[in-house]
């Protein structure tokens, strides 16, 4: 796990997927619940510290584990800058 933080400019340079609502993890099947970094921007602010299928356990002080898509979306849309609590999954072939 690690900690990063990202400010808008002018988005947070990255896409998600996932939530309580959602069919999980496209990355790692046996993952059920969780946010997940589907996309990130070559350009964008998140480019040097986020992957594809990154898991956001926390943004700021909201728990992102239990979170549906929609909820985790207007956050992220409505924060300038966002403190990401991250889990990286390493043995992920990303292609």
């Known amino acids: 796990q690690f900690q990063v933080q990202i400010s808008k400019n002018p988005g ?9 609502d959602s069919n999980g993890n ?3 099947p046996h993952d059920k619940k969780g946010i997940f970094i589907s996309k990130v921007q070559s ?3 998140a480019k040097h510290c986020l992957r ?3 898991k956001i ?3 700021n002080s909201t728990d992102f584990t ?8 207007t956050l992220l849309k409505t924060t300038h800058t966002v ?3 991250v889990e990286r999954i390493h ?3 990303l292609v």
């Open 66 to 73: 239990s979170i549906e898509h929609n909820q985790a979306v």
């Open 12 to 20: 947070l340079g990255f896409s998600i997927t996932g939530g309580i």
């Open 26 to 28: 496209p990355f790692q």
């Open 43 to 45: 350009d964008g602010p």
């Open 52 to 54: 594809r299928g990154d």
């Open 83 to 85: 403190c990401l609590l």
């Open 57 to 59: 356990l926390k943004m």
């Open 91 to 93: 043995k992920v072939n």
